[in-house]
């Protein structure tokens, strides 16, 4: 018998990985779209082939966005994410035989700072600024116009811990002994969160928040995401947005000091803005990773009977240190 096809955009990241080794692991015929593959984002013929006959398409395609936003890098993690998205709902539209399910990447930074309530999926609420601008216009992407034979599902992703950036970058601040809270305060007002796309959201300057390091901190163990990913493929029943996120929500002090555990760092000074700012200057990436306040709550999954193999986080810290001690050892030395 021909196995199953699912198809993989943006394959060659680090949840692209996971989910090639479980899909293959469970008989599917794995193709992926990429700047290399089967099939690549400037051939859409190749891909139309491809997605023509498939069983499930799995869209993770997009710029990384642990970078600085500055004008460059914003435009392009808004058009990766929407261009690629467009290509590959006009490959299904144009299908004969349609994937029966399309699983396309999304954010959990779509619901807005929120200290008070979580955000589920059916009462959750939008946000504002860039980030939430980038996951609107994604979505929108998904889920315009009519495809009846294809399940659609966006997959609002909170913080997946693992071999990946986001995990390299927190370890690395605990190493670098800014591994305490990480406390909002007043810093020189920037124009990198502004609102984008067609309709731009929120301030045109930053702002801050008095948090004092009790903001809440959404996160996913990649075990999760790869069985979510699986329960989802098998439960007709789900579709449209889907929070990928840990019922056990943390805050930025239980965070870092879960970091400092793992990473055996001694002390963790608290990090302020104007302290926080110039290092992930230097790490290249953004303090909105920890300084918003991130709640995503997975009531779809949950309500569905999905069980979490790491729903707290300090077994999921341990967990991505003894996977692989001498792969962990390196990370935390970065």
């Known amino acids: 018998m021909t196995p199953p096809r699912v198809v993989i955009a943006g394959a060659s990241g680090f949840i692209g990985r996971a989910l090639t080794d479980a899909f293959r692991a469970d008989g599917y015929e794995v193709a992926t779209v ?23 398409l799995i869209n993770l395609a997009g710029k990384i966005v642990s970078c600085r936003y500055n004008d460059a890098h914003r435009d392009e993690i808004l058009r990766s994410r929407v261009a690629t998205t467009r290509a590959l709902h006009e490959a299904v539209a144009n299908a004969e035989r349609p994937p029966r399910v399309w699983m396309n990447a999304s954010t959990a930074t779509i619901y807005r700072h929120e200290t008070e309530h979580g955000n589920d999926e059916r009462d959750g609420i939008t946000g504002e600024g860039f ?117 056990g929500v943390t805050d930025n002090r239980t965070l870092m000091r879960e970091l ?49 193999r790491y729903p707290e986080i300090g077994p999921a810290l341990d967990a991505v240190v003894a996977v692989r001690p001498a792969r962990a050892r390196d990370l935390i030395s970065r």
């Open 34 to 56: 990429g700047r290399a593959g089967d099939a690549v984002w400037t051939d859409p013929g190749a891909i139309a082939r491809l997605v023509d006959g498939a069983d499930v």
């Open 131 to 247: 980030s939430v601008d980038v996951a609107t216009n994604w979505e929108r992407a998904l889920f315009a116009g009519e495809l009846p034979a294809t399940r659609r599902v966006a997959l609002r992703m909170a913080i997946v811990f693992g071999d990946g950036p986001a995990t390299r970058i927190l370890l690395a601040l605990a190493r670098l002994g800014l591994g305490g809270p990480q406390i909002d305060s007043w810093w020189f007002p920037h124009r990198r969160y502004r609102g984008i796309g067609p309709r731009p959201t929120g301030p045109v300057w930053s702002s801050w928040r008095q948090t004092s390091g009790r903001q809440r901190f959404s996160w996913i163990h990649i075990d999760d995401v790869v069985a979510s990913v699986r329960f989802v493929r098998d439960h007709d029943e789900i579709a449209g947005p889907v929070n990928l996120s840990a019922p």
């Open 260 to 308: 400092r555990r793992v990473a055996r760092a001694p002390f963790g000074l608290p990090a302020y803005r104007w302290m926080l700012d110039p290092a992930m200057a230097v790490l290249r990436n953004e303090p909105e990773l920890v300084l918003k306040s991130r709640w995503a709550v997975p009531r779809v999954l949950t309500e569905a009977g999905f069980a979490f």
